[in-house]
């Protein structure tokens, strides 16, 4: 593990203005009640001044996300002047390395992308290439393949709610001091985030950045014995979810709300986890493959991310809330259940809330882990055969825990890849962070300045995002040199 | 209650980050009848569930740090010392993916009570974290020296049993 010696915090508020700046309006009021008529006209440009200094908070390092990354807020009262997302973890080339290696490669390569999502990227390199290659894999290893995406759900999402965010609504810095207050919830998180560990382990060899996962199927089948204990150790899980439900439940969810467009895989036999077809909450109805005719990338100065968004259009959010809300229907009764339990109904537009929506995916993710065990079609092989002979493309989108993960492939007719196209949820999610940090600061001008960059925090805390994901990129400019 | 316990913790890609890995290799070949060994690579957090029971761990790892590569440090986490996991030298959750690395897993499991009564942690200070880069080879001079030290400390921490654990030493 790298670990540092300790140096200085690395948060920091500074101001533009004076020390007046962090008064309130209603103490400037209270002081000049006492002063004649003329003395408050007198007065007045005073308190302007005073509403109109600048203020600015930094957060150099955000803390309880995965990467490296920080918030940069300048705003005065009634008006939020920038707002930046800064991600400097330096990109990681991950689209470039691809370039020229054999097909097969890429669910071993990308999955490196990320060690708590390494499924996702794994899943959708898979089906992306059998996209290219015109495969269909048969029901048995279907199943598998989503079996071991509820485990990488569940770790993700436990880890994300016990450890990450709970904290915020707690009141206290991280999950150590949470644990010595909440030990029965903490210990519960671990044991639900092992069981998520386990699921990974027996489908892909280990539990982080699993090796049994190929274009086709899987490297060996598990053994049938060890799923059988499996569907023990889920069982308990899934009773334990509930236990979670009406944990979160209990948290107070700051009364805010902003309509933003839902995108989401969607589809109609099944809560999507590696098929389905692009929807949004407005008017959006396409195949995965017709990803980059609807929405594009580009690049911001501050940000070694790239900011997705709707072409033509603006921000969008992916992720737990955007598919709870997309496909309620999907859900298992028990799910739906759970849903109702903690009160979240679709349409919900609190982001602050999203961690109801993990709950919820948490209880479905060993619900639906439960039923594809006992509904298990023992696959003949491991794997099905997939080759080219000739160029092709491929494209497919699947269900990260953290929202919309596409992949698309232009792969040569000897098998090696061409070009490769990669984006994570989290890039997708970036201006809607910074749009919600900024309605979130104009929603609440009561908060002083150490309650509000909490909140902003707590804001971009919301989304889980993954920084080390979203700066996989770079984008090469190829010169044939004669 | 089950033998002592020595973990390697570390990535074997990640250039020094492999030392924790590579000792305790070394050590389980020579001290085998003394203790139980374990390489982590992945998730920390699983630590909790290794020393369940035990009272007697020992960590190596390899930590950044701008003195001279090859220096080990020693803490020891023991009701003797007072010590604690807070007030390990380590900044925490700047680099470890979402949050739970050793420290962090050191701490959340006294927060628990799942800790064993005395933690030695063996600090092998390290620059490089670059991925796919070889720790020199064991000829090398300073090398051999900090491997016969790691190998001597660990040998005492066995030999002495568990409650005659020193301040930091």
């Known amino acids: 593990m790298k670990k540092t010696a300790k140096k200085t915090s690395s948060k920091s508020v500074g101001k533009s203005a004076g020390k007046s700046a962090g008064k309130s309006a209603s103490k400037s009021a209270a002081k000049s009640a006492g002063k004649s008529k003329k003395a408050r006209r007198q007065a007045k440009p005073v308190r302007d001044r005073r509403q109109a200094a600048t203020k600015v908070i930094k957060v150099d390092y955000l803390a309880r996300v995965e990467g490296e990354g920080a918030l940069f807020l300048k705003y005065q009262r009634g008006k939020v002047e920038e707002v930046r997302l800064k991600i400097f973890e330096p990109p990681r080339f991950f689209e470039a390395f691809l370039q020229g290696r054999d097909f097969s490669e890429a669910p071993d390569i990308t999955s490196r992308i990320c ?8 899943m959708s390199a898979v089906h992306a290439m059998e996209n290219a290659a015109g495969v269909v894999v048969p029901k048995g290893i279907r199943q598998l393949r989503r079996l071991l995406y509820c485990g990488e759900w569940i770790e993700s999402h436990v880890l994300h709610i016990y450890m990450l965010h709970a904290p915020d609504f707690l009141g206290v810095p991280d999950v150590m001091t949470m644990a010595r207050q909440y030990k029965d ?9 092992k069981r998520g560990n386990l699921i990974v382990k027996t489908l892909g060899g280990r539990e982080i950045h699993p090796i049994n996962v190929k274009v086709g199927g899987f490297y060996s089948l598990p053994p049938w014995e060890e799923l059988a204990r499996l569907r023990e150790e889920l069982v308990q899980g899934r009773d334990e979810a509930w236990a979670t439900l009406r944990f979160v439940k209990g948290f107070e969810f700051p009364d805010f709300s902003r309509e933003v467009e839902l995108v989401s895989l969607v589809n109609s036999q099944e809560y999507p986890m590696n098929e389905g077809r692009i929807r949004s909450s407005t008017d959006l109805d396409i195949a995965a493959q017709e990803f980059e005719a609807h929405f594009e990338e580009e690049h911001i100065a501050y940000s070694h991310a790239l900011f997705s968004k709707r072409r033509g259009r603006g921000s969008y959010l992916v992720g737990p809330m955007a598919r ?10 028990v ?3 759970g849903a109702d339990e903690v009160g979240l109904a679709p349409g919900c537009q609190n982001p602050f809330k999203s961690i109801l929506a993990r709950a919820v995916e948490v209880l479905y993710a060993f619900d639906e882990a439960v039923r594809l065990l006992d509904n298990l079609e023992r696959p003949a092989g491991p794997s099905v ?5 000739q160029a092709a493309r491929g494209a497919w989108a699947t269900e990260a825990p953290r929202g919309l993960l596409y992949h698309r492939y232009e792969i040569q007719a000897d098998g090696s890849i061409n070009t490769a196209q990669i984006i994570p949820p989290t890039s997708q999610n970036q201006r809607t962070i910074e749009e919600d940090v900024r309605e979130l600061v104009l929603a609440h001008p009561e908060l002083d300045e150490d309650r509000l960059r909490h909140r902003c925090e707590q804001a971009i805390r919301n989304y889980d995002p993954c920084i080390s994901c979203a700066t996989h990129f770079l984008k090469i400019k190829k010169e044939v040199v004669a | 209650m089950r033998r002592p316990l020595v973990i390697g913790v570390g990535q074997r890609w990640r250039g020094d980050d492999a030392e924790g890995p590579r000792l305790v290799e070394l050590l389980k070949g020579s001290m085998a009848d003394l203790a139980d060994f374990l390489v982590i690579e992945g998730d920390p957090l699983e630590l909790l569930d290794h020393w369940e029971g035990r009272s007697c761990v020992v960590i190596i790892d390899a930590y950044e740090d701008s003195r001279q590569t090859g220096e080990v440090r020693h ?3 023991s009701p003797q010392t007072a010590m604690t996991a807070q007030d390990l030298p380590f900044v925490t959750g700047g680099f470890s993916s979402h949050l739970v690395g050793l420290p962090e897993t050191l701490r959340l499991g006294e927060a628990l009570g799942r800790n064993p009564s005395e933690i030695h942690l063996l600090g092998i200070p390290a620059k490089n974290f670059a991925l796919a880069q070889i720790p020199p080879p064991s000829t090398n001079g300073g090398r051999a020296a900090m491997e016969n030290e790691v190998m001597q400390r660990v040998r005492n921490i066995l030999n002495r049993g568990v409650g005659s654990c020193m301040s930091q030493e």
């Open chain 1, 115 to 122: 060690g708590i999502c390494p499924v996702a990227y794994q």
């Open chain 1, 185 to 193: 919830e903490v210990e519960r998180g671990l044991r639900q985030k």
């Open chain 1, 324 to 333: 709870f809300s997309l496909n309620y229907p999907q859900l298992s009764a």
């Open chain 1, 335 to 337: 799910a739906r259940q």
């Open chain 1, 385 to 389: 055969p997939v080759e080219f002979t």
């Open chain 2, 75 to 77: 803490w020891c986490l």
